[in-house]
Structures are given as C-alpha cells and as structure tokens.
C-alpha cells in the first residue's frame, strides 16, 4: 500500500511559478512510478507529467513541455512537480499517482494510488 498526499497548492499569479509536492508513505515508494495528474470540474482526469521509479526517465503532456518539472527525492519519499509561466488556464486540482507497473503512462486508470488532490488557481 502506498498513502499519497500532495501539498503546495495556492493562489499564483500568471507567469509564476509554483512547486507541488507529493508526500508518500509506504515501503514500496522507491519502487513505484509517479505521475501527476490534474482535473476540472466536469472533466477528465488529464494527464500532466510522469517520472520512472529510478527517476531516470521522464515524460510530459504537450500543454506543459518547457515550464513544468517533475521530479523526486527518495530519500524523502517526494515526488515534485515545478510549474514555470503559469497560465490562468492550468488553474485545476492537481492530483499525484503511482503505479509498481504502467500499462499506459498517461492514462489514469493505470495508476494503482492516487493522493487527494491540490487546488492550483492562476489568476490572469
């Protein structure tokens, strides 16, 4: 099992940045691909950014190639995710996930966890 609960999530200026953060628990965390996520009312689940359990690869969603990070610490159990030149439009509820194995990194139904969700408002 593994417990995921993001923070990080505020009210930012568009242009600004913001860091996300991921916390996991759980043994298996190190083993675990990571992905985020972000959801609008009324909308799919949509895919923003995805990292290997080594962290040695990494994929994005066209919408935020070139100004979003993800990233992680496994020493802290943390996965981030670093948003550059906020617009209003990724203003949504980010969500963090992990998987041992992906069928389809960006898709969310492969993902096994899923954290609670952070309210991300870019204001314009």
């Known amino acids: 099992q593994v417990q995921l609960v993001e923070s990080g999530g505020g009210l930012v200026q568009a242009g600004g940045s913001l860091r996300l953060s991921c916390a996991a628990s759980?043994?298996?965390?190190?083993?675990?691909?990571m992905g985020w996520f972000r959801q609008a009312p009324g909308k799919e689940r949509e895919f923003v950014a995805y990292?290997?359990?080594?962290?040695?690869?990494?994929y994005y969603a066209d919408a935020v190639k070139g100004r979003f990070t993800i990233s992680r610490d496994s020493n802290k159990n943390t996965v981030y995710l670093t948003m550059n030149s906020l617009k209003p439009e990724d203003t949504t509820v980010y969500y963090c996930?992990?998987?041992?194995?992906?069928?389809?990194?960006?898709?969310?139904?492969?993902?096994?966890?899923w954290g609670q969700g952070t309210q991300v408002p870019v204001s314009s």
């Open positions: 996930a992990a998987a041992r194995s992906l069928r389809i990194v960006t898709e969310a139904t492969s993902y096994e966890y």
């Open positions: 759980g043994r298996t965390f190190s083993t675990q691909h």
């Open positions: 990292i290997t359990w080594s962290g040695g690869a990494t």
